[in-house]
């Protein structure tokens, strides 16, 4: 499955997302983006993670309104499409 990096708060995404099968990574820096499929970010901060540029070339998938379960069909409708 793909790997997905999400901001730290969002313990529900991560489980359900883990559950689904995907290789969850915990994002605390620009450098937890390498290699990602999809990255979830809470759309808290202008600049995530204090970055100013993207570094991934996957999608990066606002979860801010969103329950858990919406994010993941979310990342699920983003990685069908990439592929």
């Known amino acids: 499955m793909a790997r997905i990096g999400v901001e730290g708060s969002m313990t529900d995404v991560k489980e359900r997302l883990a559950e689904m099968g995907h290789d969850v990574v915990d994002l605390h820096s620009e450098d937890d983006t390498a290699y990602c499929d999809c990255c979830v970010i809470t ?18 998938i606002n ?21």
């Open 43 to 60: 759309g808290q901060d202008k600049d995530v993670m204090g970055m100013s540029t993207a570094s991934i070339a996957g999608p990066v």
């Open 63 to 83: 979860a801010n309104g969103f329950s858990a379960q919406e994010v993941c069909d979310m990342v699920q409708d983003k990685l069908n499409r990439e592929q």
